[in-house]
């Protein structure tokens, strides 16, 4: 089958090309892909920034498809049925964190960026149905960690004030669309004028661009400050974060594409009694809530644009650059 | 009456001396000094390190004494009771945070180093019969802020393991202390082989001089690391804490003698899923449970050394020095 995989000898480190495919071992299906989406950890991964990746590896986290064979042990119900797929594998029964052994899905075990993916049955869910196949494609990694952010980590609650950083991103638009179903009183942030008018017209209530030399006096004074902030830069600009939020408030956080602070407003914290919060992914549990929720809400993930695996670089290269509005899609 | 009061044209910053009373409002009753006690607050209000300090008024945060006199509309019943007085003054109805009219005992409003206080009737608890007039005086701030550190913001669990920071401090003890009393396996850190001592004598299970080298590694040994750590330094050692926490675990912190920390692990913090939260005093709520666990689990506090009113200078560099294991305690 044809796949695309790492491969550091390539210019753009990328290369689609035809991979002998295994048989199934006991509990496992195979999907024939229909769409899959990337994920900055996808880029990541292209650019060898995570420890242990392997040239050869099939790329890829996010995919929906159909179920084409079965392995031992799996019920013969599930052939040919339409399905996403959970890309968290062996998360562990603690809900707080993954265990040891939890895993992602396309690196090291191979991806979704293929004619087809093998996974644990455990891993399907039925497609939503209000969905097309891309938009199906986009909804498993970005929305799980979304969806864990605001709820599990961040306990937003109905009436209360979201700030999501970065709109544009994966991550954000599903912490954008998921708040507003949520009931929350959503803000979103960018650089891009151009992301901002799209996020108003998604509903979004105040937007600011961070840009601005003024943008958190102008949030305080528009919103009152934020119960929640979700967040995937951090950086210096977590210092500005807790400008913005409300005393008592949360900073939660999923990525660090700006690394590490340089400093940190300690005092800030204690005395308006914040709250700094890591998160990834998500449970199983966690999961399972987030297709209830997309489903009862009829969300629909937001497409930013669908290539052809043969325009993979393309694809990997708009994720590298931050250009999209939403999620990156690839079709074989 | 006898008060010390902070004079900035004192060598000590403190001066002994007669203040005239005032008449008592609505509401207020006056309360005879038995005895009264030391926070950090009290040293930085003397080295002029918050904003809007005065010189004049009356230091001192906690104390316990006799009610002698009673305002307009407060009940007759109340004269002459044992009581400890609750410092934090309007929190407000916010278990999150405090209002924005939150205030302290003992600056600028004039504080218990005096042979009487005027407090709001409702600031006073009765006191715990189990202790001496100078343990009674020893819980209200430390302990406030102690048991808010490990109950509301680190929903501490029986059997989870907790670390306290700085063994030693006044929030410190009642963390441990507490802490043992909620069921939690403890540890401690210090960097005074002595203070670790005293640890252990009262039942701490691991003890770590943080000038150890290795004190991280052998923590995590030790204990599998920490689900809840209570510190008050932060600085650059947060990072140091954030190595020691299991996977899920919490920082609470109340304060940061070490300043902002010029890093912060952030990639950690969310791959761990880690949470690090900022928390100071607490609500009445959490005073009043904090007064039930010292009374239900006969807590007595540390105290370091009791000095009289005429020796004010002499306590508060002991405080400032850092020499105390427990509270210090000033007596009319």
Redesign the interface.
């Known amino acids: 089958m044809k796949a695309i995989t790492l491969n550091s000898t390539q210019p753009s480190r990328l290369l689609l090309t035809e991979v002998q495919t295994r048989s199934l071992m006991p509990g496992e299906v195979r999907v024939l892909i229909k769409a899959a989406a990337l994920n900055h950890r996808d880029e990541w991964c292209r650019q060898g920034r995570y420890p242990n990746i392997k040239d050869g590896v099939i790329l890829g986290s996010d995919g929906a498809g159909i179920v084409s064979e079965i392995g031992e042990g799996v019920d013969y119900s599930i052939l040919q049925k339409e399905v996403i797929i959970n890309p968290a594998l062996n998360w562990g029964d603690?809900q707080?964190?993954?265990s040891s052994s939890f895993e992602i899905l396309g690196m090291p075990r191979n991806g979704t960026l293929a004619e087809s993916v093998i996974v644990p049955v455990d891993r399907l869910f039925e497609r939503p149905q209000h969905m097309s196949w891309e938009e199906s494609a986009a909804l498993p990694l970005a929305g799980l960690t979304a969806y864990r952010a605001l709820t599990y980590?961040g306990n937003i609650q109905s009436g209360e004030n979201l700030l999501v950083t970065g709109f544009g991103g994966g991550v954000a638009q599903f912490a954008v669309q998921f708040g507003m179903a949520l009931g929350a009183k959503v803000s979103t942030s960018s650089s891009s004028p151009e992301k901002l008018e799209i996020a108003k017209s998604l509903g979004v209530l105040h937007t600011f661009n961070y840009l601005d030399h003024n943008w958190i006096s102008k949030a305080v004074e528009e919103t009152n400050g934020f119960d929640l902030i979700v967040d995937g830069a951090?950086?210096d600009t977590?210092n500005h974060l807790i400008q913005v939020a409300k005393?008592?408030g949360k900073v939660v956080?999923?990525?660090?594409t700006l690394?590490?602070?340089?400093?940190?407003?300690?005092?800030k914290?204690?005395?308006?009694?914040?709250?700094?919060?890591?998160?990834?992914m998500g449970s199983d549990q966690d999961f399972k809530n987030m297709v209830s929720l997309v489903n009862e809400k009829k969300i629909k993930p937001i497409i930013d644009q669908v290539f052809k695996f043969e325009d993979a670089e393309k694809a990997f290269d708009r994720m590298r650059d931050g250009k999209q509005t939403g999620k990156i899609v690839l079709v074989p």
């Open positions: 603690n707080k964190v993954q980590q951090v950086g977590l005393p008592g956080y999923y990525g660090a690394g590490n602070p340089t400093k940190l407003e300690a005092r914290i204690f005395w308006n009694q914040l709250k700094i919060i890591g998160t990834t």
